[in-house]
Structure formats: C-alpha cells, structure tokens
C-alpha cells in the first residue's frame, strides 16, 4: 500500500510540472522591467553598463550609417507631410529662424565675397524680365503703401528722431545767425541813410 501510494504521488508530480504555465504578456514583461529598472538596484546596474568601455564601444555607431538612416527619414514623405505641419507653427518656424539667423548671415556674407556669385546676381537682375518686373513691383500700389510705411516707421523711430532734431537744430541755428546778420546790416544802412 505505501509503495502505491508513493508512485501515486510520484505521478501526481510530474503531471503538474508537465502542465503548462501561463506565460506573462507583453504588457506584463514591460511595466515588470520598467519597475526593475526604476529601483536602486536597476539604476545601479544601468551605471555600471554604462560605465564599461566595452558596452561604451557597442554604442559608438558609424557616421556613414547614421548619415544615410538621417537622409532617408528626412527624405521620405511622412517627413516631409510632418515638416509642413511644424512649419505652420508661427512659434515653431520663429524660434527655427533665430536658430538658423548666424549660420544664414554667415553664408551671405561669404557669398557677398565671391565674385562668381555676385556676377550670377547681376546678370539676373540686369535681365530684361526681371527689370520690368522690378519697376512693376516698385510702381504698384501695394509696394507705394509698403514704403510709406517704413518711411513712417523710420521717421517714428527713436533714433531717428533724435538725429532728426539735431539737424533741425543745425539747421535753425545756420538760418538764425544768417538771419541776425542780414538784420544788423540792415539796421545799419536804415541809420547811415537817415544820417546823410
């Protein structure tokens, strides 16, 4: 009877470690090694990965493969339908612009040496075409009130209206001791003619 009831139990044990267990979900695999590496534990093996030169050589990518996977993301449709959308951001296209203000100065200034551009420049702009098109800009109604209004602004300007008022007084000034000269001449003959 016992040796029955040892091979029963015998039985009984390797028909529950033949029984599959259920295996965790990916969710469940994720948020247990988002709790893993969220302890001391897991943060200090994370410093000690990092700070092994060898893992440090695993992470060094070639430039080359970088480069191409770069072009290729930025190339490609889905980049470009997304670069639309950021650039309609009157914040985001600002700041990119502020961003970009040095290197696009730079580049101007470069260009403005070079001979080979500046001719390019003049023959496009000396083109029969373009010079229509420029005194049709320059003429229109649109363009007459743009420049009205960065008259106005300059002359608004607190610069300028400080240079302004020195002229006026350079100016005054001149006209008021000619004035006063021409007077006292004046005063003068008026005297001399009385006295004859």
């Given at each position: ?7 029963l ?10 029984t599959?267990t259920?295996t965790p ?9 988002i ?8 943060k200090?093996?994370?410093r ?11 992470l060094v990518?070639?430039?080359e ?5 770069v072009?290729?993301t930025?190339?490609?449709?889905e980049?470009?339908?997304?670069w ?12 990119m612009?502020?961003s ?20 390019d ?11 229509k ?8 109604a649109?363009?007459?009130k743009?420049?009205?209004?960065v008259v106005?602004?300059?002359?608004q ?5 400080t ?13 008021a001791s000619?004035s ?13 003619e009385?006295?004859?």
């Amino acid at each position: 009877m016992k040796h029955f009831i040892l091979i029963l139990l015998t039985i009984v044990l390797l028909a529950s470690c033949n029984t599959p267990t259920s295996t965790p979900s990916y969710e469940e695999n994720k948020k247990m090694m988002i709790d893993a590496l969220q302890t001391e534990d897991g943060k200090k093996a994370i410093r000690k990965l990092l700070e092994d030169p060898e893992f440090k050589s695993l992470l060094v990518i070639d430039s080359e493969q970088v480069k191409k996977s770069v072009e290729q993301t930025m190339l490609s449709k889905e980049a470009e339908a997304f670069w639309k959308e950021m650039y309609q951001d009157p914040k985001f296209s600002e700041t990119m612009a502020k961003s970009m203000l040095k290197q696009q100065e730079d580049i101007m200034k470069s260009l403005m040496k070079d001979p080979t551009y500046l001719s390019d420049l003049e023959s496009f702009f000396g083109q029969k075409e373009m010079t229509k098109e420029l005194e049709k800009i320059l003429k229109s109604a649109d363009m007459r009130k743009e420049m009205q209004k960065v008259v106005e602004e300059t002359i608004q300007s607190p610069l300028m209206q400080t240079k302004w008022q020195e002229l006026i007084l350079k100016s005054g000034g001149q006209s008021a001791s000619e004035s006063g000269a021409s007077g006292k001449k004046s005063e003068e003959e008026t005297k001399k003619e009385e006295t004859k």
